[in-house]
């Protein structure tokens, strides 16, 4: 309670005494959480908690989880408490703990914790965001667009889009170092554009529209930021001022084109082997009862599903592209192998990859997986605990509604597990080996039930586009390229001023 004095000044000023007091006195309280429940916490401070600014980051939030994965391990700790503001985060380092949570125990931890307004923003409500019994039935209605027989038949569409890509490099001139990462940000803007809105996208000498919409994805402004801490941080306050953080630009645009598609589809009766024709099957008659549960797919659904497509889809496998591309630059005796494979599975199939010859590059997908873990595009897990939860051997429990994060970048580089972990080895990766890999400790696409849906897809998509780079170019690290690498603040790990290699074609 503040006293009026009638000294305008004055009460200002001690109306800022009042609320500075109360902040501090409310943060301290919160700080108390991991103290009362006997879990190890770094001091944390006010107003961020334990973790850096959101607006004035000095390292990625990948990288700077995986320092308090070292640190927690270095103290001999098997698991640590952390605060993002107010809000508590439950860390667990141990390998045993970690699979407790992501499969032995998932039960205890179905949702991902990750804000959703479904009422004002639907376009959210998509199968990564969404946790409880509509995930459940959505997952089990998704999982068969994704089988190795689908694959199948998008093949054809990713490998339509690889040949544009092959030409578009043909014409240009790659005297000069080339930034790979924006040429196959193209590829793969192309390729899911393609399949998850049936749009002929392959044109690579001619804008996107589609590019445009991904540079105001990872263009994030100020008022991004500020939305993103307060549905993070506070999610029942977000839940009560109806908070949407999904620019409305963004919205319109993939609204309108599925919306459209799918229309256009239905009143021509025209059927296409595409993600999106998956969902307009499930769809069925329109005449039947939607009820927006998971149990039968609306509209909404479909433009919520194909946008996740796009967002988790394009640049992920980007990235992973350009990483293989880059270590195999750096690696050269690597990229001869791959190289070789190539040749190898070419005669076996007459000259033609095919998507049997696809699933047959065995060194090249060890490549790939090596990269993943030096480089996972998702550097941490998060899941949230949905009723109280006794950690096993000890006496904490984990509240309902307290949130998990798994350290993906930092058991990526455990020592324990994969020894030597800066060198990049596909090796560690073969047949032989990866059977001594253990469970949880590599996690580029996630464990348990929640496992990437799009694996497959993604996997095709990067083999198909690191082939037709290779198979017409060797390729070697560029002087223009920073060296040694250093990554930005990018969620997605991203080389600092590009990663650029020198083209050479193969005669």
């Not at 200002?12 to 700080?31: D, N, P, Q, W």
């Not at 939607?290 to 497509?309: C, H, K, R, W």
């Not at 058991?411 to 800066?422: G, K, Q, V």
Request: with cysteine.
């Amino acid at each position: 309670m503040t006293v009026i004095t009638g000294d305008s000044l004055f009460d200002s000023f001690l109306a800022l005494v009042t609320f500075t007091l109360t902040f501090v006195v409310y943060y301290k309280r919160a700080f108390r959480y991991w103290k009362n429940r006997g879990v190890p916490f770094p001091k944390p401070t006010i107003p961020w908690g334990s973790l850096q600014s959101y607006f004035t980051p000095k390292m990625s939030m990948g990288d700077e989880f995986a320092a308090i994965y070292r640190e927690t391990r270095e103290k001999g700790l098997k698991h640590v408490g952390l605060f993002t503001m107010t809000s508590p985060l439950y860390v667990p380092v141990d390998v045993e703990l970690v699979k407790q949570v992501l499969i032995k125990d998932f039960h205890y931890f179905t949702d991902k914790g990750i804000y959703v307004n479904e009422k004002d923003e639907p376009i959210g409500a998509h199968l990564f965001a969404i946790g409880g019994q509509k995930w459940r039935n959505l997952r089990s209605k998704f999982t068969p667009s994704f089988t190795s027989a689908k694959m199948k038949k998008m093949y054809k569409t990713v490998i339509n889009v690889g040949n544009a890509m092959e030409m578009h490099l043909n014409k240009k001139n790659l005297q000069d170092p080339v930034d790979i990462r924006q040429i196959l940000c193209d590829f793969t803007i192309s390729t899911i554009a393609t399949c998850a809105f049936g749009l002929k996208c392959g044109d690579f000498d001619r804008p996107n529209p589609f590019a445009g919409m991904a540079k105001r994805m990872v263009n994030r402004t100020i008022i991004d930021d500020v939305k993103f801490a307060i549905a993070v941080n506070y999610p029942n306050f977000a839940k009560a001022i109806r908070l949407t953080w999904i620019p409305a630009l963004i919205k319109d645009f993939f609204t309108r084109i599925v919306e459209k598609t799918v229309r256009y589809r239905e009143e021509n009766g025209i059927v296409v082997p595409d993600f999106l024709q998956s969902m307009i099957d499930l769809k069925g008659d329109r005449g039947r009862e939607v009820l927006g549960d998971g149990n039968s797919v609306t509209m909404e659904e479909i433009v919520a599903q194909s946008f996740v497509f796009f967002v988790a889809g394009y640049e992920t496998s980007a990235t992973t592209m350009s990483w293989t591309l880059f270590e195999l630059a750096h690696n050269p005796e690597c990229q001869d192998r791959v190289r070789e494979e190539f040749t190898n599975i070419l005669d076996k199939y007459n000259g033609e990859m095919t998507y049997e010859a696809l699933n047959e590059l065995v060194y090249l997908r060890q490549c790939i997986d090596e990269t993943l873990r030096k480089y996972p595009p998702v550097p941490y897990l998060t899941r949230e605990c949905v009723r109280d939860y006794k950690v096993p051997e000890t006496e904490v429990v984990i509240e309902e509604g307290v949130k998990i994060v798994i350290p993906v970048r930092g058991l990526h580089y455990d020592e324990e597990y994969f020894s030597d972990a800066e060198k990049y080895d596909p090796d560690r990766f073969s047949e032989r080996n990866k059977e001594k890999i253990k469970l949880c400790t590599y996690l580029p696409f996630g464990e348990g039930p929640r496992l990437c849906i799009g694996k497959r897809f993604g996997i095709m998509q990067t083999k198909i586009g690191i082939f037709y780079i290779l198979k017409n170019y060797r390729i070697s690290v560029s002087r223009k390229m920073k060296m040694p690498v250093k990554l930005t603040t990018a969620f997605i790990p991203q080389a600092e001023g590009g990663l650029w290699l020198d083209f050479e074609k193969i005669k």
